[in-house]
């Protein structure tokens, strides 16, 4: 089971892709030195137009500017924009509370006794301790902060955080925390359960019980609020979300998380410490008899940003599989690089062209996420293109009566005084040059880059158009995100059709074996690499004519299929699943096996399978609905995701559970003496 191919047969390219494979050929390294020159060039360019780091995060990224919450909430924040300032409250340090720390403390085997006892009393109270007592939340000093305090200020001093401790140890403690006698325990909390029989003592400590506590006499859950004030010593107005005075209460913010996880010795292990992580946030923090939960949106910020930070080092193992996958592929670990390099380098030369030439300044998390996306494209990219010039030595095959005397009509080509190793122009001819070798390196190029070029552009472009079809979103990340997905995709095509057949080149020319009496050196094309020993060469690798020299392959090759011959041993049932040809073979072969009556058993079976699993795909589609409850980022054992999952059982409520109303009235009889 064998084919003959005629040597000159396969695809053929237009005049212009011949004159590029021809220049591919004849100078590799000067295009892959100028290209990749270039990348960098780009790339280092991010750093004078500040245009390589994430976008300050805001409250509004996600708002679709057309919708009538949001046109509302514009309203109210022009409104407070044009407020007159009453008493300059607005630029005094630290009177608003904008931010804040819960704590929540949720007892174990809740089964009808009292939450409340001395040993689950001062457990609450050291925890909450850990914030009081750190350096920065009074003003007593913290590293980076100028000494500057962040506890809310009422009449010039720290307001008491809310804590069930004040209940205990009185309002204004200072929180050290001594072990309570079992009487003044229990009359405390007796108090508080009295309390909440009025709707006025509901109210004041709801807070600090769950929903059943009126009627049962008892709570499972309690918690404690730590407010943040601003506006910060040096600054007049009151904080919001990306500012900097935002940045200086998350550095203070996460230094207190810090102070949480060596209290309730939370270390990261296994694959978190691995790489990097300061605590194990999914872990348990557990105290007399108390799960210990918190939640801060600021200190959540600064989770997402450290967690995507430091998920970034797991991205690199996906950066290193993929190299390691396209070097054993093609067979070289200069090929391998080379290509890994280029889907790189796609990545900031894209951001370049999104941020600088079209003018798109958002670039947040989601968007560094298109890394996955164009290690995949661009993996692909490379196999097809290799794949291509592997294919072409059998589809145009070498013929000495066809390759002898093909000269090259650029007179430009090549300098032999200056680059005597690239030179393979039957023009220039000097010591090894092998004019047949050129002509049918080119012949083979012209062959590839064209069928390469087809594939590619093809795949590429749909892609790209898909995620071009996000831009018309109307939530700006993801708009955005389509936009930078699509360049770095457009980008990747250019550099796989440039970069690559210049790497295959030098590869077959200059690192796989010898060239004429001895191997070339790449330092005179410039490129610095002759020197080193970059071929990685497993059996099945795709390049190389010989492993001591190149061996002109005979004239008129023929590529043989698999036959009974090439499978030793092998059954009749393996022989046709000994190589990829007997794969497909065997594959088809099934596929087309009649019965008696002439019909195709597994082939129509096939069709109804995929036919019923398409209808009921459908189907499922079309009952999607848009979520009803906001994304969870954490899992359910995180610490955050435990904390907000209790706050709508206390008997208060969340801060969802609460409208605010803001009216503003304008005064129209300023300086008439009218009120």
Known sequence: MARTIAAGAGARGSGRIKAISKRFVHQPCTICGWTLGIMLL??????????????????????????DAVIRADMIVSGESDVDAIGGTNSTERTDASYYITIVYNKLNCDGENMFTPETVKAMCETDAVVYNNGGWKGTGVAGSDARGYCLLSDGECEQPVSPSNLFYGSNHNFTCEL?????????????????????????????????????????????????????????????????????IQEFMMDVQDDLHDFFGMDAEGVQ?????????????????????????????????HVVSNDTKMALASIFFVWFWIVVHTGSLWV???????????????????????????????????????????????????????QSRD????????????????????????????????????????????????????????????????????????????????????????????????????????????AIIIQEYYLEGTYGEKRSSLATCCCWIGCFKLSFKPNFGPFGESAKG???????????????????????????????????????????????????????GTVLALTAYGVFSCAAASQLTPPTEAEQWFPDDHIYSKALGSMDRFLSGDDDSYALFKVRVPRTNVGTGLP
């Open 180 to 248: 309570l006698s079992d009487s003044e325990v229990s009359d405390a909390s007796a108090a508080l359960y009295s309390h909440l029989q009025t709707t006025s003592g509901e109210l004041a400590y709801g807070f600090f019980v769950d929903k059943g506590a009126p009627s049962d006499g008892q709570t499972c859950r309690t918690r404690s609020m730590f407010k943040v004030g601003s506006p910060l010593r040096g600054y007049a107005g009151a904080s919001t979300v990306g500012d900097e005075q935002y940045y200086s």
């Open 336 to 390: 391998g690089s080379l290509g890994m390099l280029q889907i790189i380098l796609s990545l900031p030369v894209s951001l370049f062209l999104y941020r600088v030439v079209f003018q798109i300044w958002f670039f947040d998390t989601l968007q560094t996420l298109a890394i996955f996306v164009i290690l995949g494209v661009g993996a692909d990219d490379v196999f097809v293109m290799v794949d291509a010039w592997v």
């Open 550 to 604: 190149w061996t002109p392959p005979p004239a008129l090759a023929v590529e043989t299929v698999s036959t009974d011959e090439d499978c030793e041993g092998a059954t009749d049932d393996s022989t046709r699943w000994c190589s990829p040809e007997g794969i497909i073979n065997g594959y088809v072969g099934m596929m087309e096996r009649k019965t008696e009556g002439g019909v195709r058993r597994l082939a129509l």
């Open 42 to 67: 780009i790339t280092c360019s991010l750093v004078p137009f500040n245009a390589g780091g994430l976008s300050k995060p805001s409250w509004y990224e996600w708002d679709i500017s057309t919708e």
């Open 273 to 305: 410490a691995l790489i990097g992580r300061p605590a194990n946030l999914g872990g348990v923090a557990r105290k007399g008899g108390l799960d210990v939960s918190w939640f801060s949106l600021v200190m959540q910020n600064g989770e997402m940003t």
């Open 395 to 502: 589809e145009v095959p070498y013929d000495p009566r066809s390759e002898e005397g093909e000269e090259d009509d650029d007179p430009r080509t090549c300098d032999p005084q200056a680059f005597p190793a690239c030179c393979v122009s039957a023009r220039a001819p000097h010591e090894g040059h092998d004019p047949a070798r050129a002509g049918w390196y080119a012949r083979r190029m012209e062959y590839a880059y064209s069928r390469a070029a087809k594939a590619v552009f093809n795949t590429s472009w749909t892609t790209a158009m898909v995620f071009f079809a996000t831009a018309v979103s109307p939530i700006m990340p993801i708009s955005t995100f389509g936009i930078y997905a699509a360049i770095c995709i457009i980008m990747n095509y250019i550099f796989v059709m440039t970069l690559t057949p210049a």
